[in-house]
């Protein structure tokens, strides 16, 4: 069974920094990108960074580059989201998202439950 569970959101300030993770199991996560993706109350889904299977290759949404880092460890079956500089418009339930196959795509086959991120002073 497919699991990815996340981690590490919370309550901080503007400007301040969170890191998120998410521990994949059930299938070989080395071989498959994996995706960060959010959504903010009254608003649609938003792909905000992704990452090819081995790491090498990744992208960003506009409104988060210079801010937010995606990183994975294989060895660990754990993805990554480094965000600094976190502004109140960063506010929303942050998932993880499992490709396909170990390109980006357009589409996900499974997801993970959420981790909340509220960004206010």
């Known amino acids: 069974e497919v699991q990815l569970v996340e981690s590490g959101g919370g309550l901080v300030q503007p400007g301040g920094s969170l890191r998120l993770s998410c521990v994949a199991s059930?299938?070989?996560?080395?071989?498959?990108?994996m995706s960060w993706v959010r959504q903010a109350p009254g608003k649609e889904l938003e792909c905000v960074s992704g990452i090819y299977s081995g790491g090498g290759s990744t992208t960003y949404v506009d409104s988060v580059k210079g801010r937010f880092t995606i990183s994975r460890d294989n060895a660990k079956n754990t993805l990554y989201l480094q965000m600094n500089s976190l502004k109140p418009e960063d506010t929303a339930v942050y998932y993880c998202?499992?490709?396909?196959?170990?390109?980006?795509?357009?589409?996900?086959?499974?997801w993970g439950q959420g981790t909340q991120v509220t960004v206010s002073s």
């Open positions: 998202a499992k490709y396909p196959d170990g390109a980006l795509g357009s589409w996900y086959d499974y």
């Open positions: 059930g299938f070989t996560f080395s071989s498959y990108a």
